[in-house]
């Protein structure tokens, strides 16, 4: 009975909890819905019953905005995580360790396997949608789950099915989150006897596509027992109940050992949990061009199909307003004939730039320049140091946003599927040098190259001058070490290592080299010294004569 009793608060814990967590969330509810509305309404649910329920784009007329998160997505997608290339290494922080022949083909091996479960599973899905919404709203929730099938399964959620909170550092460790199921997939998933009375009497009745209202909470586990390795001892609780059911039963009460989800943040300030994104931002900008749009057709309709005014006498006959259209009218009274009410001067052209420079606006404010730099530059002429330059300062800008993703979302996923396949066993043993070391994620995408080649330039210009003052004075080239440029070029720009000679290869050539040059130099000695020998006995066979 006691039992009961406390398992009873501690559901209702989880309640109360889920209830304070949608209160501090409310305030961004009006702006989110607005967002939605003006930009995706196929993305948001803030109702329950939005579920296959399909949203209006009346409010669109203009679809400017959306090309351009369009375009932000892609871009994200193919330039931090994308399926075609690698753009992850795994590492450890002993650089000299790392370029071990066995230690680095089972980190090769590791990532490989990484990123096929990536390909096979619905992750490139999930960082499609995180991508989209992450830039729009500025916040994405996503839960990682063990599949049998594929290792594993996302299940991302669209702005309003989610709450969040953070510990002391700012960090997501809670997520509790709202959807609805029908009867026969809530039966399925959690068993006739986990449900409550009432959907095992709608089960039993045959009303199987009823929808059941469903929570489920992650959070820190405040009471438990280390000693024990049973889930529902683990470091992070996770708990399923149906909403208004007062048991103390669970449909499902399990647990983990390291938070499951991903909740990347666009932009954050302060102690804020929530993220903010491009679309409040540019929610004003939207809305402008949307108003714009429809005053440029109404100003075209009052241009082409203007109001008339019709004298009183015709009050009842048909009036002609096709082309070649006759209207008859009393030429002793000319003044009564048909004609305009008023005269619309507006300029549709002086219209159309606005609308241009708007469009620019919303074009600038979801970077889709950075990602068409090449298409949308005016000077066909720059050079290509002028061209580099001006990626790099566009490149900079999403500096802060390129680091998010890397802490928010692609290292927890890394960390989170690695976790899986060791726990799954489907990595070989590690070699004993790896046995107790940390090993790293090494983001090594297009965006995370390109912002590493940022300072690359420099180093580059610096070698140029170097070189151009060898031309007077060689001897400026003993404070250069070659080797470290290479090395660092070679890293920076993400370049395969194998390409490279390790320092033994390198040793091994230079010496040998070395040798063949002195060999060489002895044999050139030697020759001089024979040739020497016999001018000389010419010479002397010369003056004997």
């Avoid at 949608?22 to 993305?43: G, H």
Wanted: proline content about 4%; overall charge neutral; charged content about 25%.
């Amino acid at each position: 009975m006691k039992n009961d009793l406390e398992a009873l608060r501690a559901k209702e814990a989880y309640f109360k909890r889920w209830s304070n967590l949608k209160t501090e969330r409310s305030s961004w509810m009006p702006e989110y819905r607005e967002i939605s509305e003006n930009f995706l309404p196929r993305t948001g649910q803030f109702l329950v019953t939005d579920r296959n329920r399909k949203k209006h784009w009346n409010r669109i007329i203009d679809n400017s905005a959306n090309r351009a998160l369009n375009i932000l997505t892609s871009g994200l997608m193919s330039g931090a995580s994308s399926p075609s290339r690698p753009w992850f290494e795994i590492e450890t922080n002993d650089p000299d360790l790392n370029k071990k022949s066995d230690v680095r083909v089972w980190l090769d091996y590791a990532k490989d396997i990484l990123l096929t479960i990536f390909a096979r599973s619905n992750t490139y899905r999930m960082l499609h949608s995180s991508y989209e919404e992450l830039a729009l709203y500025g916040t994405h929730s996503n839960i990682i789950m063990p599949n049998y099938d594929n290792v594993i399964h996302h299940f991302p959620q669209t702005c309003g099915q989610y709450c969040l909170a953070t510990d002391y550092m700012g960090n997501v460790n809670t997520l509790y989150r709202e959807f609805n199921k029908t009867v026969l997939e809530t039966v399925t998933e959690f068993g006739l006897k986990n449900v409550s009375r009432s959907v095992q009497n709608m089960y039993g009745n045959g009303t199987l596509d009823s929808m059941v209202k469903i929570i489920h909470a992650i959070e820190p586990r405040a009471a438990r027992d280390k000693n024990k390795l049973d889930a529902q001892n683990m470091e992070y609780a996770s708990v399923y109940f149906e909403e208004g059911e007062n048991s103390s039963n669970y449909l499902r009460e399990s647990g983990f050992e390291m938070f499951r989800g991903t909740a990347p943040r666009w932009n954050t300030r302060g102690n804020d949990v929530y993220g903010i994104g491009i679309g409040s931002e540019a929610l004003g900008a939207n809305k402008q061009l949307q108003h714009e749009q429809r005053r440029k057709g109404q100003v075209i309709d009052l241009k082409t199909n203007p109001p008339l005014q019709v004298p009183v006498q015709m009050k009842g006959r048909n009036v002609e307003r096709l082309p070649g259209g006759i209207n008859y009218f009393n030429p002793q009274t000319p003044a009564a004939g048909i004609r305009n009410a008023y005269e619309v001067d507006l300029d549709v052209g002086t219209l159309r730039e606005d609308i241009f420079d708007v469009r620019q606006m919303l074009h600038q404010a979801f970077h889709a320049d950075i990602f068409l730099m090449m298409n949308s530059a005016v000077d066909t002429r720059m050079t290509a140091t002028e061209v580099a330059e001006r990626h790099e300062e566009k490149l900079l800008m999403l500096g802060p946003v390129l680091e998010r993703l890397h802490n928010e979302l692609l290292q927890p996923l890394v960390e989170i599927t690695f976790a899986h396949v060791v726990e799954a066993g489907i990595l070989p043993p590690p070699p004993k040098d790896l046995e107790g070391r940390k090993l790293n994620i090494k983001f090594v995408s297009m965006l995370a190259q390109a912002q590493k080649a940022v300072g690359l330039n420099s180093v580059e210009r610096m070698m140029g001058s170097v070189l151009n003052v060898a031309q007077a004075n060689p001897d400026v080239l003993d404070k250069v070490n070659f080797d470290g440029y290479v090395d660092e070029v070679g890293e920076t720009l993400g370049v395969d290592p194998r390409l490279f000679n390790d320092e033994a290869q390198v040793k091994f050539i230079r010496e040998s080299r070395a040798k063949m040059q002195a060999a060489q130099a002895q044999a050139d000695a030697q020759m001089q010294q024979v040739e020497a020998a016999s001018k000389m006995a010419v010479a002397q066979g010369a003056a004997q004569k």
